[in-house]
């Protein structure tokens, strides 16, 4: 997996104070432990991204671990899916795949370990009692009457748990601990309980499976994970973790809990359990149904790792619960498509237009997949004539003042084609529009006719019919668990159809997992589980705009009601700042110009010219520091990782530094005068106040050191500091050679050239 953690937060806070105090002296190991009683959801993507994003960052690795210690909720199913999940988001656990149940060995050992030590005994109450002396915050528990069984008499009934003498809830083994215990987690808690079921790995060897609280810090510990990373709700359970591995110790590494936000999305449910009603209930296709917030689903709806990644980058890591809003994730996912998708005709719900002066036969236009970019390449024939379809919600017989599509006498572009006028409209019984008749001007295939829209269009006859499913939002409120029933908000238009669509013929063998976008229509994903051969399954990822927001305006009475494939939402959700953009920069010309133009500059990747086209105002800025000396790679480069983030909320142009200076700082770091570490305190200082780059990095006393005796001298210095250290990477741990490294730049306060740095520290480690 990529380093996906590029920006700090507080976890690589706490890795870095780690690494610099010692307190980690080997590689940096995570895990990311699935219960494999499900299907992973989105709030999974986030923390698998995290975990092996982490590990990367420090050259460490991450663990994939299935925590299967209940037998009766666990699957083979859930554990292949799982694994395709965490590959499928570049996930790379090389050798470390591993199982809760691989240590039920060790586990037990500890077990018996804790009760001759007289820290564990097993109580044969009904859970009931157990669940009742347990207390609450308001008052203490109280102690079971099997507390002060003697170790013997323990490790006997323990013995005869594993053997199978007792049945299902007769007896639990419990840690001695606190009755009184504030944190009610303390209070003599389950370490084992009986359950004579068959496990998927061991089979009938266990009968006695041991709690999450107990396997997961032995599992953590026995792996050597450093960093075990956690959602909030497991906050409590920090001080269990750490008694369980104080008592059946020593580690070395000593494994430590952190926690972080879970991810809370709006729209959206993340509880395995109510995922699995709305699957057993049949309320959708399964756990892969496109409209589920499973991973699974969403691969098959077409969103991309990349746009996961993009949204996990966004939304950050954060040490407090709030609901993400879920604008923020479409925005990624459009961002993501916008790039892979090429272009292509599709009519959703058509309606006739006869363009009735076309006298020839039909034509064959030759259309680019991609009009925006047309260095890009690749174009395909797309039949064109008197006999055309157009969308119904293209025309209106009383049209509003903006209207820029079809209507009585006005003026449109079919898309690639010719500009076209509304001369007669011909209606069914109904009063239902079912041909509009037009004529098209034959001199306008290259000229530019201001003011009017452009619609798109398919052959009436020689398009394709194609199945096309609709998905939309699987609830109609932001916050689903809140309601009394959370299935009474399920939206009944989360999946409609277009039973009359057509499609463009160069899409009749588009190939199953393939990106598209149907021009002004959405983004669409060919179905990989049900399409065929000259069949394809479109599945539409996403709407090019946000059309919840739409729905929250008020209507316009001039404007033709939207048609029943759009449902019809109660909502009015909130837009992202990206959302508002994004909406711009599809009905903005200019911007799509702009894009092409940054697009073509030597050294400014696909994805910088994007973000950079994201509003005119950046890419302006963009340009004035290149035209001052920035080169256009490095500077693009600087702007979106770093500039945006220390300008935060403020538009770039309200900054002490102008976009000049900044062109002549990206020039200056690019220079080799100063580290990357001393270009950032560089750039900081310059974003506070005013002032040339040159004479601040003098100021600042931020030069790079290439004085070799320098740091030889602070290499020195280091060596003798961490001299345990040295000894055990000379023994044949070459891992510790980051560690080194970094205390070596931090003597240097940053400031040592680190390619002299590393040839120094090496020579002197022989």
């Known amino acids: 997996m990529a380093d996906s953690a590029k920006t700090s937060n507080f976890l690589t806070d706490i890795v870095d104070a780690d690494l610099a105090a010692g307190r980690v002296r080997g590689p940096i190991v995570t895990r990311f432990p699935p219960e494999p009683n499900g299907f992973l959801h989105i709030g999974h993507a986030k923390s698998i991204l995290l975990n092996f994003g982490l590990a990367a960052r420090y050259g460490g690795r991450a663990h994939l671990r299935f925590d299967d210690t209940?037998?009766?909720?666990?699957?083979?199913?859930?554990?292949?899916?799982?694994?395709?999940?965490?590959?499928?988001?570049?996930?790379?656990?090389?050798?470390?795949?591993?199982?809760?149940?691989?240590?039920?060995?060790?586990?037990?050992?500890?077990?018996?370990?804790?009760?001759?030590?007289g820290k564990a005994y097993v109580d044969t109450q009904s859970q009931e009692a157990i669940r009742e002396q347990r207390g609450s915050?308001?008052?203490?528990?109280?102690?079971?009457?099997?507390?002060?069984?003697?170790?013997?008499?323990?490790?006997?009934?323990?013995?005869?748990?594993?053997?199978?003498?007792?049945?299902?809830?007769?007896?639990?083994?419990?840690?001695?601990?606190?009755?009184?215990?504030?944190?009610?987690?303390?209070?003599?808690?389950?370490l084992y309980r009986i359950r004579h079921a068959s496990h998927h790995r061991t089979g009938d060897a266990w009968c006695i499976y041991p709690m999450y609280d107990w396997a997961h810090p032995l599992e953590d510990a026995v792996e050597g994970v450093t960093h075990s990373i956690c959602t909030l709700e497991f906050e409590s359970n920090r001080e269990l973790y750490d008694w369980v591995l104080d008592n059946t110790g020593p580690w070395d590494p000593r494994p430590r809990q952190y926690e972080f936000?879970?991810?809370?999305?709006?729209?959206?449910?993340?509880?395995?359990?109510?995922?699995?009603?709305?699957?057993?209930?049949?309320?959708?296709?399964?756990?892969?149904?496109?409209?589920?917030?499973?991973?699974?689903?969403?691969r098959r709806r077409g969103v991309t790792p990349d746009a996961l990644r993009d949204f996990a980058d966004l939304i950050g890591v954060a040490k407090n619960n709030s609901v993400v809003d879920i604008g923020k994730f479409e925005f990624c996912v459009r961002g993501d498509l916008e790039r892979r998708s090429p272009r292509a005709l599709g009519v959703l719900d058509p309606v006739r237009l006869t363009?009735?002066?076309?006298?020839?036969?039909?034509?064959?236009?030759?259309?680019?997949?991609?009009?925006?970019?047309?260095?890009?390449?690749?174009?395909?024939?797309?039949?064109?004539?008197?006999?055309?379809?157009?969308?119904?919600?293209?025309?209106?017989?009383?049209?509003?003042?903006?209207w820029k599509r079809l209507a009585p006498g006005r003026e449109v572009r079919l898309a690639g084609a010719w500009v076209?006028?509304?001369?007669?409209?011909?209606?069914?019984?109904?009063?239902?529009?079912?041909?509009?008749?037009?004529?098209?001007?034959?001199?306008?295939?290259?000229?530019?006719?201001?003011?009017?829209?452009?619609?798109?269009?398919?052959?009436?006859?020689?398009?394709?019919?194609?199945?096309?499913?609709?998905?939309?939002?699987?609830?109609?409120?932001?916050?689903?668990?809140?309601?009394?029933?959370?299935?009474?908000?399920?939206?009944?238009?989360?999946?409609?159809?277009?039973?009359?669509?057509?499609?463009?013929?160069?899409?009749?063998?588009?190939?199953?997992?393939?990106?598209?976008?149907?021009?002004?229509?959405?983004?669409?994903?060919?179905d990989p589980v049900d399409s065929r051969p000259?069949?394809?399954?479109?599945?539409?990822?996403?709407?090019?705009?946000?059309?919840?927001?739409?729905?929250?305006?008020?209507?316009?009475?001039?404007?033709?009601?939207?048609?029943?494939?759009?449902?019809?939402?109660?909502?009015?959700?909130r837009r992202s700042q990206g959302d508002v953009r994004a909406e711009q920069r599809a009905a903005d010309p200019g911007l799509v110009a702009i894009h092409a133009r940054l697009a073509a500059i030597p050294g400014v990747s696909p994805d910088q010219a994007d973000l950079l086209a994201a509003d005119a105002a950046t890419a302006a800025w963009f340009d004035s520091a290149v035209a001052a000396g920035g080169p256009p790679g490095p500077t693009a480069r600087w702007l979106l990782n770093e500039l945006l983030g220390l300008a935060g909320d403020h538009p770039l142009d309200s900054l002490p530094l102008a976009a000049g200076a900044f062109g002549r700082f990206v020039s200056l770091a690019e220079s080799g005068r100063t580290t990357g570490a001393g270009a950032k305190a560089l750039l900081q200082s310059l974003v506070e106040r005013p002032g040339d780059p040159a004479d601040r990095?003098?100021?600042?006393?931020?030069?790079?050191?290439?004085?070799?005796?320098?740091?030889?001298?602070?290499?020195?210095?280091?060596?003798?500091?961490?001299?345990?250290?040295?000894?055990?990477?000379?023994?044949?741990?070459?891992?510790?050679?980051?560690?080194?490294?970094?205390?070596?730049?931090?003597?240097?306060?940053?400031?040592?050239?680190?390619?002299?740095?590393?040839?120094?520290?090496?020579?002197?480690?022989?």
């Not at 470390?96 to 001759?116: I, N, P, Q, T, W």
């Not at 998905?471 to 409609?496: C, H, I």
Request: glycine share 8%; net charge negative; hydrophobic share 40%.
């Open 355 to 402: 363009l009735v002066n076309w006298t020839g036969p039909d034509e064959e236009l030759d259309l680019p997949w991609w009009p925006a970019e047309p260095d890009r390449g690749g174009s395909r024939k797309v039949p064109f004539g008197r006999d055309l379809l157009v969308e119904r919600d293209d025309f209106s017989a009383e049209p509003p003042p903006d």
């Open 261 to 298: 936000a879970r991810l809370a999305l709006g729209y959206t449910v993340m509880s395995k359990r109510k995922l699995l009603q709305v699957v057993n209930e049949k309320r959708v296709s399964g756990w892969d149904d496109p409209r589920m917030p499973t991973i699974a689903g969403m």
């Open 534 to 573: 000259g069949a394809p399954v479109w599945n539409r990822t996403m709407t090019l705009k946000d059309t919840w927001a739409a729905r929250a305006a008020p209507a316009d009475p001039g404007r033709p009601a939207r048609p029943a494939r759009e449902p019809a939402v109660p909502s009015t959700p």
């Open 420 to 526: 076209v006028r509304c001369d007669e409209v011909v209606r069914g019984p109904g009063g239902e529009v079912e041909e509009i008749r037009c004529t098209f001007d034959p001199a306008s295939r290259d000229a530019t006719r201001r003011g009017i829209g452009t619609i798109h269009w398919v052959h009436g006859s020689r398009s394709i019919p194609a199945e096309v499913r609709l998905y939309d939002r699987l609830f109609t409120v932001e916050q689903p668990d809140a309601e009394g029933n959370f299935l009474d908000v399920m939206n009944p238009a989360s999946l409609s159809s277009a039973p009359g669509a057509r499609l463009e013929p160069a899409l009749h063998d588009a190939a199953p997992g393939t990106h598209w976008q149907f021009l002004r229509e959405g983004y669409f994903f060919v």
């Open 137 to 190: 915050f308001e008052r203490p528990g109280a102690a079971s009457p099997h507390r002060d069984r003697t170790p013997s008499e323990n490790l006997d009934l323990l013995r005869r748990m594993r053997k199978g003498e007792f049945p299902d809830g007769a007896a639990v083994l419990r840690a001695r601990i606190d009755m009184a215990h504030p944190n009610v987690l303390m209070r003599d808690p389950l």
């Open 70 to 117: 209940n037998p009766t909720t666990e699957e083979t199913e859930y554990v292949e899916s799982i694994e395709n999940d965490v590959r499928w988001l570049g996930g790379d656990w090389g050798e470390h795949l591993h199982f809760a149940s691989d240590y039920f060995g060790k586990m037990y050992e500890c077990a018996e370990r804790l009760v001759v030590e």
């Open 697 to 766: 990095l003098a100021e600042l006393g931020l030069e790079k050191v290439d004085d070799r005796a320098a740091v030889e001298g602070a290499v020195a210095r280091v060596l003798g500091a961490q001299a345990a250290e040295v000894a055990r990477y000379r023994s044949g741990e070459k891992k510790l050679l980051g560690f080194l490294l970094g205390a070596a730049m931090r003597e240097t306060q940053g400031k040592a050239d680190p390619a002299l740095l590393r040839k120094v520290l090496q020579e002197a480690l022989g």
